[in-house]
């Protein structure tokens, strides 16, 4: 197979993306079954992983996105999160499941949490593709967890380092000299 040339070693392969996904798609259908899900993509790590498991999904839900920032163009959460893009339509009543691809230091989901019940979903909960829980800043209550991860850089299957490679269909480790 085709390994991009700054990425030092697969982390996770397609074929376990597609484990994992499949996995997480029957939790959250058995869960969902008599609820009003709306599904709220975090753009733009998510794109891959959401796509993949809403086609996984029996269950018919919508779906809107909401665009957020925190780290400002650095490799270190700033902390402060600022929405770019709001989503579309109410949230109220519903039972929102957000989309992320990775919680690092646990500000962008301790945010948006906080952000959804305000505007008084009747639940909010969480998917996440990876959990790097040595990076933790916040203590946040994660239901679904694709796969806890060690502190490496990843990059791949929406995920990026300086807006690249986040179209590599596996994820990979990045060569240290890359972004150092
Ligand atoms: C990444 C990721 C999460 C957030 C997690 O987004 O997609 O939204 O950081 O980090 P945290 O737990 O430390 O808050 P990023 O800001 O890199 O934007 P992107 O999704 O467009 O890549």
Do not use: C, W
């Not at 996105?65 to 999160?81: A, M, Q």
């Not at 339509?89 to 992320?100: A, F, H, M, N, R």
């Not at 796969?147 to 807006?163: A, M, N, Q, R």
């Amino acid at each position: 197979m085709f390994i991009n040339k700054d990425v030092e070693s697969i982390l996770v392969s397609e074929n376990e993306l597609r484990e994992i996904v499949a996995r997480l798609a029957g939790e959250i259908d058995a869960d969902y079954k008599d609820k009003d899900l709306m599904m709220i993509g975090v753009l733009k790590g998510s794109v891959l992983f959401m796509a993949d498991l809403m086609k996984a999904m029996e269950k018919d839900f919508s779906i809107d996105f909401v665009v957020v920032s925190s780290y400002e163009n650095g490799t270190e959460s700033s902390g402060r999160v600022n929405v770019l893009k709001d989503v579309s339509q109410s949230v109220e009543g519903k039972d929102l499941l957000i989309v992320e691809d990775i919680i690092d230091s646990g500000n962008t989901l301790n945010f948006l949490v906080q952000y959804f019940n305000a505007k008084k979903a009747k639940s909010v909960k969480i998917v996440t593709l990876f959990d790097k829980p040595d990076r933790r800043q916040v203590e946040i209550p994660v239901d679904y967890v694709g796969k806890v991860i060690p502190d490496v850089f990843i990059v791949g299957y929406g995920l990026d380092y300086s807006e690249k490679y986040r179209t590599l269909p596996y994820v990979g480790i990045l060569k240290h000299e890359i972004y150092s």
